[in-house]
Every structure is written in C-alpha cells, then in structure tokens.
C-alpha cells in the first residue's frame, strides 16, 4: 500500500510528490504544510527532514518505513526525534490526528 494512497484515502490532502533535495525547501515554503511525510527507507530521507524542518519550523516531520514497523517523528520545536516502533498505517494516521 502506498503512503500517498493511504493518507488520501483517510481524507488527508497531499500535496507535493517525489520532490528532490533542491526543490524540497522551496515547495515547503510555499505550502506551509501541518506535516510533511517522507519515506524513510530513501537513502536522502534525513536530509529532506533537516530541508523541511528549515523551511516549516512550524510543521511535524515523519520519516515512516512503510515496509517496517519504524517511525521516526520530529514535533516542531523538538531538537531530536522520538521512535515509534510499530509504525503500521494506524500509527502513521494517528501522528496526524495529533495536529
């Protein structure tokens, strides 16, 4: 299941896509988003966090491994992340009720 047809089909809009490392913090800039979600199995996944985080300070960063049962979500305003360890889609919907 893709992460893009999860989130739509629990009525979250996304925006955005397969964004590169230099078109990221501009279309976060201009979105302003609550969250933004990355795949955290890519290999650049902790630089477009530290890309969204400067260009959304405001927005929650998620890096899920939709293949595992790996979270790692950065609130705004957190300096290190937290761990979820059953990152299954359920857990992945609840972040974004936390908004």
């Known amino acids: 299941m893709g992460m893009r047809r999860l989130l739509s089909d629990d009525g979250v809009e996304v925006v955005g896509g397969d ?3 230099s078109s ?3 279309e976060i800039a201009r979105l302003q988003p609550d969250i933004v979600v990355f795949d955290l199995d890519r290999t650049d996944s902790q630089l477009l966090s530290e890309l969204a985080r400067s260009a959304c300070p405001q927005a929650k960063v998620v890096l899920w491994a939709p293949t595992e049962d790996v979270m790692e979500v950065i609130d705004p305003g957190a300096e290190r992340p937290r761990w ?8 992945l919907l609840g972040e974004m009720s936390t908004l």
């Open 19 to 21: 964004l590169t490392p």
């Open 24 to 26: 990221i913090a501009p």
């Open 84 to 91: 979820v360890l059953s990152g299954v889609p359920e857990e």
